[in-house]
């Protein structure tokens, strides 16, 4: 049996920026939901960016008939969406918790500070003593990248929780966001995938951001017993 999940991130509701561009992000979220309640997938994982707070009741209401997991990070008001998430556990002001099924264990980290924090990395480490996979959900990639991109927005201390996921005798795979395009990287046991926005996009270049403004997407996931798959969902407009 194939348990099917899709990956969304970075929707950037109602913020200036993205209303700048002329960009529809509420439109846009509405399509991706559309198109994934079309594939009869019942679960999303939402990796953080979703908006101002302005737009997280009409977030939460647009995603009420899925089987939602949410991670944050530093545009997303933890105080605000902790009246959303009534069954999540908000640890020391922060969101992360895990769960598990037969055959995996899925961790949801906070990096809402640009940092996993002491505490929390302590969690995880605890959280990794398991003989199952481990899918790792949160906002900032944890392996970097050679791009324009990766130099500000890099997660503070991402060598020290790759030292900690690469120390796990079993394959982690990380689901993250924050960059705006799509990335497949392996080091190791830890594979990690970066999704594309639900936004826009930003074009993989070394020396500067370029926005794509046309472009926007999410990641469709597919787990068995003994392996995960994944594709990419894009859609293009003109603005």
Known sequence: MIKRIAHITDLHLDEPFTKKQGISARNRLKTVLQHISSLNINEIICTGDIGERTSLDFFFKECNHFNLS?????????????????SKLFNSSKLYYSHEDDFYKYIYLDSSLGIIDKQQLAWLEKELKTNKHVLISLHHPIIGLNLKVDEIGA??????ILDLLQKHSNSITVFCGHYHLSSTIIDKNVTQYISPAVSYQIKKQTDKIGIDANTYGYRLIYITHNNITTQTQLFHESN
């Open 70 to 86: 949410v991670t944050l990070v530093n545009h997303d008001s933890e105080l605000e969406t902790a009246t959303y998430i009534k």
């Open 155 to 160: 997660l503070k201390n991402r060598k020290a």
